[in-house]
């Protein structure tokens, strides 16, 4: 063995100590209630595809037409001749599902995050996150050059003491004493707050309203991240901020296509002006290949569907399992929000904990794999239950039977 493979497998053998190593598994089905591991089906409540849309038929047909007629591959990136027409057409239904003039799609969800925060940010400026967002925000945050600032999560006080000394800071460097042009032009330092609506692991919503106050009272923007919102909140179902009626309000709305929508990829959604920018100035998109003209093709049509009557009928049925699933629990000891979502976080604490629970739940044929640290916190680990609209009835049932033979031996163990 070499010392390069040997240092290697210790620091693999340290993750393994700590409870902590992961690997891959293979799945043999398409997305679905039921998956296909090592030739046995699983009750799968871990997929974050909320509507069901992944293996819909409408959307498979929508990829196989872009196939035929644009191949597999998009050849090159968008600047250079990769932007085809299944692009600019994804683009023109995300802006009107939105209500926004313009949108732009990118390659995955944390290419979004990284060319948007890196295009509009440098180091003059001042990002402010919650402590619990993505790490795909974390990173972008972190790379950006801003100067970082963390709130604790869905702090509002918190947020407001560090909108306080951001403000201050800027006070005592005006535009004039900005060290050379920022981005080519002459421009006072920003700052922007970054938040997730719905956020990933504990399903709980975002102050939303009062985040928005904050930041017009400070001169702050607001960039919202709707990936666990969007299709299941607001009248047209396009996230929170419509749900709220707050979407006029925030300067840049992110997304990803892989969620609800069933596909992949990522987006934001905002003014001409900002997508005109991020076209120029986000690196993950210039410097990447354009995404493949069928998973764009697909995202177009799950958009569509979503919109329909049947993306509300769909919505209607999720909810319909995720109130199934929490009454079902009630008098168990397993903790879980009040708050309505599709995510439903089963906490555990110990790392060893959340590991034998999924074990359990395995040899009973129910696939939620443990999420533990670096995902979550230390001593935070949970069962991360996702439904879907294409769960039935019976399959929520047996998950909550499931459950209670699992659940913990008391509710602060």
């Known amino acids: 063995m070499n010392a390069f493979d040997h240092e290697l497998i210790q620091r693999l053998g340290a ?51 872009a196939i035929e007629q644009f191949g597999a591959g ?25 209500g926004t003039p313009a949108a732009l799609s990118f390659s995955s969800g944390y290419t979004t995050a990284l060319g948007a925060l890196g295009a509009l940010l440098d180091h003059d400026d001042i990002v402010i996150i919650d402590k619990l967002v993505h790490a795909s925000i974390i990173d972008a945050a972190r790379l950006c050059g801003a100067k970082l600032r963390v709130f604790a999560h869905n702090d509002l006080d918190a947020l407001e003491k560090i909108l306080k000394w951001a403000d201050r800071r800027l006070v005592q460097s005006p535009k004039s004493k900005v060290q050379g042009p920022r981005f080519g032009v002459q421009s006072r330092p920003r700052i922007l707050i970054v938040t997730e609506s719905v956020f990933s692991m504990d399903g ?34 396009r996230g929170l901020a419509e749900a709220y009626e707050l ?37 993950s998109f210039i410097f990447s290949t354009a995404p493949t003209p069928a998973t764009a093709a697909a995202a177009t049509a799950a958009i569509r569907l979503v919109q329909s009557s049947e993306g509300e009928e769909r919505r209607v ?27 439903v976080p089963l906490l555990l604490g110990a790392e060893e904990k959340a590991m034998c629970s999924a074990a359990d739940l395995r040899a009973s044929r129910i696939f939620i794999p443990a999420i533990r640290y670096p995902t979550v916190a230390r001593g935070q680990a949970r069962l991360r239950v ?28």
């Open 204 to 237: 709980d919503l975002a102050h939303l309203r009062e985040i928005i106050e904050l930041k017009e009272k400070y001169g702050a923007w607001l960039m919202l991240d709707e990936a666990h919102a969007t299709g299941l909140y607001g009248q047209h179902r």
């Open 386 to 413: 996702t439904l879907t609209a294409a769960h039935s009835a019976v399959d929520v049932q047996t998950l909550v039977s499931a459950l209670r033979t699992t659940q913990p031996k008391s509710k602060d163990g």
């Open 317 to 343: 049925q999720l909810w319909a399992r995720i109130d199934q699933l929490k009454s079902g629990l009630v008098g168990s000891n397993w903790e879980f929000p009040v708050l309505r979502s599709a995510i």
């Open 15 to 65: 993750i393994r100590e700590q409870g902590l190593y992961r690997e891959l598994r293979r799945i043999d089905s398409p997305q679905g209630p039921r998956v296909q591991i090592d030739g046995q089906a699983f009750l799968n409540f871990s997929s974050n595809d909320y509507l069901g849309l992944a293996n819909e038929p409408v959307i498979k047909e929508a990829m196989h037409k």
């Open 74 to 98: 998009s050849g090159a990136s968008r600047l250079i001749c990769g932007s085809l027409a299944s692009h600019h057409e994804l683009e023109e239904a995300l802006a009107r599902f939105k």
């Open 247 to 283: 979407a006029d309000r925030v300067e840049i709305q992110m997304g990803t296509l892989g969620k609800a929508l069933g596909a992949a990829g990522g987006y934001i959604c905002g003014s001409r002006a900002l997508i005109d920018l991020l076209i120029n100035r986000a690196r």
